[in-house]
């Protein structure tokens, strides 16, 4: 008889894992496709604030993550700057044997009944209870559901890492640059490692170069150079290694696609990125997946959880429609506020305009900074 999955996650990224270690901690049992052939934790960092350790904590892991990367300096909200491949291999490593499944690209989702069937490029088939997509910015599951694909923002992003075997010498602060069309910030993931951004105002000529990474790191220093950046600082750029250098277009899902369109139908739903793609310049993104884990581990379970009073036992189905809807209530005002506060900031930050700029220099960077500290102190809650 062919198995019947509980939850099947699509994409072992960040939110992936760590919604399928959140229903692992709740006791319910979930399979996570992965396309590619192993983990893909190689390249950056992300940004962790106050709101992504509460979510780390619900997952009993934030213990481990802080012993290696170090608190950056000031008042306010904690702020790390955490290893995507730390954070990947831990959550991992905590799941159950066999939950990873790699070398599994889904092709087609259909519908059979209560279930649905995934046909995967290898040409076998998985039938579930509930599908999360948690694969991406250009998720299959998001298409499904009948989300638009997310919107080119007018602006592109290089992020790399740099690795200091004897020490980077640099304070435990999170500095960041502004110039003419552009911003970029570095800061320190532990003593020998530092993450870096640059975000530029991109045109159709710059397509090329994305592709080249020895030609973007160059133009990054050049950038960096006519701003009069510090050599201390784009050192750290010269030093990155190529292979952990990534340039890609900023895209992002209107906010208003939250709330109008279908998040979920039935027993489907996506999570992270694939739910709400938004611009890196309030440092959210990553949290926010965290955040969705949290969130939606916590509606499923209640949703899968038995019920020995006879009374008030619902069809499962309905009990996980219902856990789906409830997990979206929740989740869409919060995207929606990150994804329209993210567009903005860049919008304001990276402007040409220079009455815009004066602006922003004399008035707008205080607000700012007290806007995004705030949404720094959200909580997810427990598991």
């Avoid at 980077?168 to 911003?183: A, I, K, P, Y």
Wanted: charged share 25%; net charge neutral; with cysteine.
């Amino acid at each position: 008889m062919e198995t019947i999955e509980d939850v099947v996650i699509i994409g072992a990224g960040l939110c992936g894992l760590a919604t399928a270690l959140g229903l692992h901690r709740k006791g319910v049992k979930s399979v996570v496709l992965e396309s590619s052939e192993a983990l893909r934790a190689a390249g950056f960092a992300f940004s962790t604030w106050t709101n992504a350790w509460k979510a780390l904590e619900a997952l009993g892991i934030a213990g481990e993550l802080r012993q290696h990367h170090l608190r950056l300096e000031g008042e306010g909200p904690e702020m790390r700057c955490v290893r995507r491949d730390l954070l990947l291999e831990t959550l991992a490593k905590e799941l159950p044997s066999g939950t990873i499944r790699y070398s599994s690209k889904v092709v087609l989702i259909e519908e059979s009944g209560n279930l649905k069937v995934l046909h995967l490029a290898n040409g076998s088939t998985l039938r579930t209870k509930v599908l999360i997509g948690c694969d991406g910015v250009n998720s299959v599951v998001a298409e499904w559901l009948g989300l638009k694909k997310p919107s080119f923002a007018g602006r592109s992003a290089t992020r790399g890492f740099s690795e200091f075997p004897d020490g980077h010498g640099f304070n435990s602060e999170f500095v960041q640059f502004f110039g003419q069309g552009f911003r970029a910030g570095i800061m320190p993931c532990d003593e020998k490692s530092m993450y870096w951004y640059f975000t530029w105002s991109s045109s159709s000529k710059d397509k090329e170069m994305e592709k080249d990474v020895t030609k973007m790191r160059q133009f990054v220093i050049t950038k960096m150079q006519e701003a009069n950046v510090s050599q201390n600082f784009i050192q750290v750029i010269e030093k990155s290694d190529m292979g952990d250098l990534v340039s890609f277009p900023l895209k992002f899902r209107w906010p208003s696609e939250l709330l109008w369109r279908n998040i979920c139908k039935g027993n489907v739903t996506v999570a992270g990125d694939a739910l709400h793609p938004m611009t890196p310049d309030l440092g959210q993104g990553g949290c926010a997946a965290l955040e969705d884990a949290v969130v939606l581990a916590r509606c499923l379970a209640e949703a899968l959880k038995e019920n020995d009073n006879e009374d008030a036992k619902e069809d499962e189905c309905v009990r996980l429609k219902s856990g789906l809807e409830n997990y979206v209530a929740e989740r869409k005002w919060r995207g929606f506020d990150l994804i329209f506060t993210s567009y903005v900031f860049g919008r304001i930050q990276q402007s040409d305009n220079a009455f815009t700029r004066f602006l922003t220099e004399k008035m707008l960077v205080g607000i700012m900074a007290r806007t995004l500290i705030k949404k720094t102190y959200y909580d997810c809650g427990k598991l």
